[in-house]
C-alpha cells in the first residue's frame, strides 16, 4: 500500500484536500495512482489524471463516496466522470479500480465555491488574418434619375451638301454632248468631271454641276441661251484633292450675262 497526501486548489472552481491510497494484486508496473480531482461546478464534471487508469484499454471504475460515477471519457492517464448533484462541502472518498482489479484511492475535500474574480486585462491584439475570398457580386441597384441637360456644343463644320453625293459617279466628256437635246440619264451629282481635249460640252442655262472629287475641264463648255438670252457663264469653285484644273478657253458665249454656270468641287 502507497500513501501519497496531495493537495490541488482550483479557483473558481474547488479546492480538494486528498490522500492517495494505491492497492491491488497487479504488478507495480501496472498499479494505478491519482495525482489529482478537480470539480468543474458548471457541469459537474470532475477530472482525474494520474496513471494506469485503464492498462489494456477498457473502461475502469470511479466510486466517489459510495456512487459509481458514469465515465464522460477515460484514457491511461486521465478520467473524466459526471457527479451527482447534492453532495454538500466535506471529505469524500474517490476510489478508482482498473481493468487489473487494482485500486486507486484518493480522499477528496469539497470547499464551497468562491465568488469569481475580477476579470483580466485584455491581451495584445493578434495578427490579421489572410484576407478572405471575394464574395458574389451583389444585385443590380436601381437606375438613377436623369441629369440635366448639358450645354449645347458648338455649331460643327458645314455640311457638304453643296459639294452633292457623287451618286452619278464620275463624269468623262470624251466626245462633243449636247445635254440640251439628250440630257443625262441620272443626276448631275457626280465624284469628278472630266472635259477631254477636242470635246465640247453644251449644257442648259442655269446648270450646276456638283463634284465631291477633282474638275479637270481641258475642253469647252457651251452654254445655251434661255427665255431671255444667252445667259453668261460664271464658274464659281473650290479646291478638291487634285484641285479645279482649266487648261482651254471654257466657254463660247460671246455677250452673254449673269452667272449661270456652277461648277464646285469638294475642298481637300
Known amino acids: 500500500m502507497i500513501l501519497a497526501p496531495r493537495t490541488s486548489c482550483t479557483r473558481p472552481l474547488v479546492c480538494l484536500t486528498a490522500l492517495a491510497i494505491t492497492t491491488g494484486v497487479g504488478s507495480a508496473s501496472t498499479a494505478p495512482a491519482i495525482y489529482s480531482a478537480v470539480v468543474n461546478t458548471s457541469n459537474n464534471h470532475i477530472t482525474i489524471t494520474g496513471k494506469n487508469f485503464s492498462p489494456s484499454g477498457l473502461a475502469p471504475k470511479v466510486v466517489f463516496a459510495t456512487t459509481t460515477?458514469?465515465?464522460?471519457?477515460?484514457?491511461?492517464?486521465k478520467l473524466v466522470a459526471t457527479l451527482p448533484t447534492g453532495f454538500s462541502a466535506g471529505s469524500y472518498s474517490l476510489v478508482v479500480v482498473n481493468t487489473n482489479s487494482q485500486v486507486a484511492a484518493f480522499s477528496v475535500t469539497l470547499g464551497a465555491v468562491g465568488p469569481t474574480g475580477p476579470q483580466?486585462?485584455?491581451?495584445?491584439?493578434?495578427?490579421?488574418?489572410?484576407?478572405?475570398?471575394?464574395?458574389?457580386?451583389?444585385?443590380?441597384?436601381?437606375?438613377g434619375a436623369q441629369g440635366p441637360?448639358?450645354?449645347?456644343?458648338?455649331?460643327?463644320?458645314?455640311?457638304?451638301?453643296?459639294?452633292?453625293?457623287?451618286?452619278?459617279?464620275?463624269?468623262?466628256?470624251?466626245a462633243n454632248t449636247d445635254w440640251t437635246v439628250n440630257p443625262p440619264?441620272?443626276?448631275?451629282?457626280?465624284?469628278?468631271?472630266t472635259i477631254s481635249p477636242?470635246?465640247?460640252?453644251?449644257?442648259?442655262?442655269?446648270?450646276?454641276?456638283?463634284?465631291?472629287g477633282d474638275v479637270e475641264i481641258n475642253g469647252n463648255i457651251v452654254v445655251a441661251s434661255s427665255l431671255w438670252g444667252r445667259a453668261g457663264p460664271q464658274l464659281i469653285a473650290g479646291y478638291g484633292t487634285?484641285?479645279?484644273?482649266?487648261?482651254?478657253?471654257?466657254?463660247?458665249c460671246p455677250n452673254c450675262y449673269g452667272s449661270v454656270l456652277l461648277l464646285t468641287a469638294r475642298p481637300g
Do not use: E, K, W
Open 242 to 252: 487634285g484641285g479645279v484644273r482649266l487648261h482651254t478657253a471654257l466657254f463660247n
Open 185 to 193: 440619264a441620272n443626276n448631275i451629282q457626280f465624284t469628278s468631271i
Open 69 to 77: 460515477l458514469a465515465l464522460v471519457s477515460f484514457a491511461n492517464q
Open 120 to 143: 483580466g486585462p485584455s491581451g495584445a491584439m493578434g495578427p490579421a488574418g489572410p484576407q478572405g475570398a471575394t464574395g458574389a457580386t451583389g444585385p443590380r441597384g436601381p437606375q
Open 149 to 174: 441637360q448639358g450645354v449645347q456644343g458648338p455649331a460643327g463644320p458645314p455640311g457638304s451638301t453643296i459639294y452633292g453625293d457623287g451618286s452619278a459617279g464620275a463624269l468623262n466628256i470624251t
Open 198 to 212: 477636242g470635246a465640247t460640252l453644251t449644257v442648259p442655262s442655269g446648270l450646276t454641276l456638283r463634284a465631291t
